[in-house]
């Protein structure tokens, strides 16, 4: 078989603002008393699985665990009424908030302030969302259909489960609620996960050298 050059491109992670928390803000941010802030950055649309988060916010012991959703509401308006519906519903009104799309400052000042990230997607390939909550010591508790464990690595900072696992989110996320402690440790190896990822310049690199050795073939 001929060989074929190739090349992985994976995404940067130098696209984060530079002022963001450090080791001893994240863990003073998990230590604060304060209900758990769970963050959603995705467009509401039924393949992200925001319906089965807020399941699993419904669910017995979840009282102490808000969510902010920062995602697109007109991309799928139907699946985004479903689930302003189901808040309402199962008696979330006060605990989830859809913000709609957010960019900038406005987007980060929510990576800022929350405490973890989920995202229940059907299956995702390499997810900006986890490399920008490792860069702002989020834990992120994601699905393991596709590339996040690839981002996430192996230690405290990640959880990956099956998309309809709801029992399994709910209890991911009430264990940070309860034990702020782990909370804080999964945190700061969030942040040490992220300095191990790699930049653009390094994408383009890998890039580059590629094309250099296609036109050597050629």
């Given at each position: 078989m001929r060989d074929v050059?190739?090349?992985?491109?994976?995404?940067?992670r130098d696209h984060l603002p530079a002022h963001r928390p450090g080791a001893a803000a994240v863990a003073a941010r998990a230590r604060a008393p304060g209900p758990l802030r769970v963050l959603s950055s995705a467009a509401v649309v039924r393949a992200k699985g925001l319906?089965?988060?807020?399941?699993?916010?419904a669910r017995p012991g979840a009282g102490s665990i808000e969510l902010d959703v920062a995602g697109a509401l007109d991309v799928e308006p139907a699946y985004a009424r479903k689930v302003t519906a189901l808040v309402a519903r199962s008696g979330l009104g006060a605990r989830v908030r859809?913000?709609?799309?957010?960019?900038?400052?406005?987007l980060w000042s929510l990576y800022a302030r929350a405490h973890v990230l989920a995202l229940p997607s059907d299956r995702e390939s390499y997810p900006l969302a986890v490399v920008e909550a490792l860069g702002y010591g989020l834990p992120?508790?994601?699905?393991?259909?596709?590339g996040a464990r690839e981002v996430l690595g192996d230690?405290?900072?990640?959880?990956?489960?099956?998309?309809d696992d709801v029992a399994?989110?709910?209890a991911a996320l009430a264990a940070f609620a309860a034990d702020r402690a782990s909370l804080a440790r999964a945190g700061c190896a969030a942040l040490e996960r992220f300095a191990a990822l790699g930049t653009w310049d390094d994408v383009a690199s890998r890039v580059e050298a590629l094309c250099a050795r296609v036109a050597v073939r050629r």
């Open positions: 050059p190739s090349v992985v491109a994976r995404a940067g319906h089965r988060l807020v399941e699993a916010l859809l913000h709609g799309l957010l960019t900038g400052d406005a992120a508790v994601v699905t393991d259909q596709g230690g405290p900072q990640g959880l990956c489960l099956p998309p399994g989110y709910a």
